[in-house]
């Protein structure tokens, strides 16, 4: 397999910022009612879309490419909670999990915890909470990647494919 570098899509996270920005200015004027309730709302609303808005600025200030795929792993780089590299050895199964309008690449590894604690203090949150609902800390989107989410499956199970048949293990189908 030869290495494939995806890009991240400039486009997609400036569409996120501005929906960041809109969120925050439509709590602005939430909080303008002066009603408990909506101040209470438009606080949560402020921190949360403020948070995800300066998570997406610095994506997009990253330099490189968002996930590398290659012969040895691949190398997580497509959102502030990526892994960051991750051998095909300590991969056991691809899979995908969504909700409407949205699917996301499961990658499940052997060894959770030594990928989750090579992480920062946000991303080890974030990767803790993905292992509690999925099993794994590693969940990648196509959402800031320059390829869509039937690429991204189809990348990820042939790199896994690829490895498990050098190993000569029949990988798990879904």
């Given at each position: ?10 486009g997609k996270g400036v ?16 909080a303008s009612t002066g ?56 991969v056991m199964n691809v ?80």
């Amino acid at each position: 397999m030869a290495e494939v570098a995806i890009e991240r899509s400039r486009g997609k996270g400036v569409l996120a910022i501005l929906g960041c920005v809109g969120f925050v200015f439509a709590c602005l004027l939430l909080a303008s009612t002066g009603h408990p309730v909506a101040l209470a709302i438009a606080a949560l609303g402020i921190v949360t879309f403020g948070t995800f808005g300066a998570l997406w600025v610095r994506q997009l200030l990253r330099p490189g490419p968002g996930l590398v795929v290659d012969e040895e792993g691949f190398d997580d780089r497509s959102s502030a909670t990526a892994v960051g590299r991750v051998p095909w050895g300590d991969v056991m199964n691809v899979t995908t999990w969504g909700l409407p309008g949205s699917t996301n690449v499961v990658v499940h590894v052997r060894n959770p915890d030594d990928h989750i604690a090579r992480l920062g203090w946000f991303s080890r949150r974030a990767a803790r909470a993905n292992v509690r609902l999925l099993g794994t800390p590693v969940v990648l989107a196509s959402t800031g990647l320059r390829i869509d989410t039937d690429g991204l499956v189809s990348l990820m199970r042939d790199g896994f494919e690829r490895h498990s048949g050098s190993l000569g293990v029949v990988p798990p189908t879904r």
